[in-house]
């Protein structure tokens, strides 16, 4: 098949409008979702902070199909929720800061797309047993993966995580007390 000089000029125009794209789209994602849960903030923030009981309301081990495991001294900074696929690690969360009994911030790596993920969870109380958590999510994305992330639906997909997240965190933390997957919560965890 002969090049012509119009399909010559079309690769150059998808080129150009790609690198344009790339270049023109935000490389930052951020978005804050709260839900109100009635426990009191001390047992919302235990119940995030420490990653054993996190790891038993987080949407992720289940809807990704990863194991998890505990890494450093749970509930401190520093404390790790390691993630594995078919026994190979492949990334890992991170407590980075703790303030204590109002907000756990969290730092996520993986082997994926140059990013730099960042979680905090604020607990905002309106009475003794009713608290206000407030996810916020923070990443910046390398380019180009701020389109190719944005095209698969990465980051969409990553909001409804963490909204399913907030549901999971609820469901641990209130009557009945179940995980994500609808078991009884150990009532000595």
Request: proline content about 7%; hydrophobic content about 40%.
């Amino acid at each position: 098949m002969p090049v012509t000089v119009a399909s010559i000029v079309l690769l150059v125009t998808l080129v150009i409008a790609l690198a344009l794209l790339i270049w023109r789209m935000p490389t930052k994602v951020s978005y804050t979702e709260a839900l109100i849960i009635d426990a009191a903030p001390e047992k919302l923030y235990d119940n995030t902070r420490l990653q054993a009981r996190l790891m038993e309301w987080s949407a992720w081990p289940s809807e990704t199909g990863a194991t998890c495991s505990c890494e450093n001294r749970d509930g401190e900074v520093g404390a790790r929720t390691v993630f594995f696929s078919k026994g190979k690690r492949f990334g890992h969360q991170e407590v980075t800061r703790l303030i204590d009994g109002r907000a756990v911030e969290l730092a996520l790596f993986s082997k994926g797309p140059p990013q730099k993920p960042r979680l905090r969870f604020d607990f905002v109380p309106l009475s003794a047993n009713r608290t206000e958590v407030r996810l916020s999510f923070e990443n910046t994305l390398s380019r180009p993966f701020n389109v190719i992330l944005r095209v698969a639906g990465v980051v969409r997909w990553t909001r409804k995580m963490h909204l399913k997240d907030l549901q999971g965190l609820k469901r641990y933390s209130e009557p009945p007390f179940l995980t994500y997957v609808g078991n009884p919560v150990n009532p000595t965890a």
